[in-house]
């Protein structure tokens, strides 16, 4: 499986992006698939995941309430919608794929297929 995120940019602190993440191959479907993001200095971070028929979602504390992950599986592709954006959220967001989450949704070592990233830049 490859990755391709995209619909990264800047935005002020309040607004709103979409995120993308195209997958390649026709076992899109069979992945859970997830959002993590990684700030300068710090360790990469999960955000947001969804289970591979879409039937549950799951986000970090800080994002709950304004960021939405969402996937069509007929598009091989999988969202992030965020909003009310604030300077924290800046960050490099990758996508991310894994076969099964034995461990937790959370923990990055549990995706297989990673892609590029994507840069997300708030301004307060």
């Known amino acids: 499986v490859q990755l391709q995120a995209s619909g990264g940019g800047l935005v002020q602190a309040g607004g709103s992006l979409r995120l993308s993440c195209a997958a390649s191959?026709?076992?899109?479907?069979?992945?859970?698939m997830g959002w993590f993001r990684q700030a300068p200095g710090k360790e990469r971070e999960f955000v947001s995941s969804?289970?591979?028929?879409?039937?549950?979602?799951y986000y970090a504390d800080s994002v709950k309430g304004r960021f939405t992950i969402s996937r069509d599986n007929a598009k091989n592709t999988v969202y992030l919608q965020m909003n009310s954006l604030k300077a924290e959220d800046t960050a490099v967001y990758y996508c991310?794929?894994?076969?099964?989450?034995?461990?937790?949704?959370?923990?990055?070592?549990?995706?297989?297929?990673w892609g590029q990233g994507t840069q997300v830049t708030v301004s307060s």
């Open positions: 969804i289970t591979w028929r879409g039937s549950n979602t």
């Open positions: 991310a794929a894994a076969r099964s989450l034995r461990v937790g949704v959370s923990v990055p070592r549990e995706y297989d297929y």
């Open positions: 191959g026709r076992t899109f479907s069979t992945y859970h």
